[in-house]
């Protein structure tokens, strides 16, 4: 279809495609350990989903809640190695424990979000409000903190779901203010990764609009925009994951965006700030 939103690729998809499938022999996970924070539901689950289909060798969900958990392990199939913490993400000492049971790992999804009522800042609940800069920001920040020293020294990835509207003006978002920059900031640690850790290929990933427990507590409804399946972004992150991928280093980038288009811009988008977060408009002269 048509890209309904600014696109840097002419096509614009909303469910999986073959460039993305995690059946393709380029993109297997074969032998990798992979992490996935928030895989209790949405796209987290979906994406262990995939992850399974790539032919990860372990499989590592965390989240809040057992019961969860275990409906996403029960999707997954015996071969692949299925390890359960039901943990908050916002919490060091929880985090450290696992990352010492688990011990080197190869690819880390955060999916885990929060998303407060909708409100204006004017009258929103603090705890509410805050509470999307606890999980989104300082549970990516210690996702990252605490698993990087049994990263994979060779060729480590961590990729965070974010949204991709954190561009948009807040008159089109109205009562966003704690999801749009909590993740925003969230993006930026992303960066900053990606900056600090040559070893680590790092990006944040706007999923798309998936019908999730995060999407209907933003207000969005099914009916007013173009949806797309979960399996779009749950493939992408697979894809993201691969060699092929390697150019969108410390990039945000789209599920929706088609990958065999962004690999022709490869050189485009590396030679400059591309795809990254910053001031519209600046720098307003070549830095």
Known sequence: MQPPFPSPTSTWHNDSYSSISPKRLELSAEGKIVIIAGAGSGIGRETAVAFASANASQIVLLGRTKAYLEATASLLPKTVTTSIFAVDITQEKSLEQVASSVGTWDI????????????????????????????????????????????????????????????????????????????????????????????????????????????????????????????????????????????????????????????TKAATIQSGMLMTSGIVGWPYSPL
């Open 108 to 263: 880390l999804i955060i999916a885990s979000a929060y998303q407060p009522t909708p409100k204006p800042l004017a009258s929103a609940d603090i705890g509410d409000w805050w509470q999307a800069f606890e999980t989104n920001t300082k549970g990516g920040f210690l996702g990252i903190k605490v698993f990087l020293p049994t990263a994979n020294k060779s060729h480590a990835t961590v990729l965070a779901l974010t949204t991709g509207i954190t561009g948009l003006p807040p008159s089109m978002l109205p009562g966003l203010s704690a999801y749009m920059a909590s993740k925003l900031a969230q993006t930026k640690l992303i960066e900053f990764l990606a900056s600090e850790q040559p070893s680590i290929f790092a990006a944040t990933v706007h999923p798309g609009l998936v019908e999730t427990e995060i999407f209907a507590r933003g207000g969005g409804t099914t009916d007013a925009l173009p949806m797309d399946k979960v399996q779009l972004p749950a493939h992408f992150l697979v894809w993201m994951s691969s060699q092929e991928a390697k150019f969108l280093n410390g990039r945000s980038v789209w599920a929706n965006w088609d990958v065999e288009e962004l690999k």
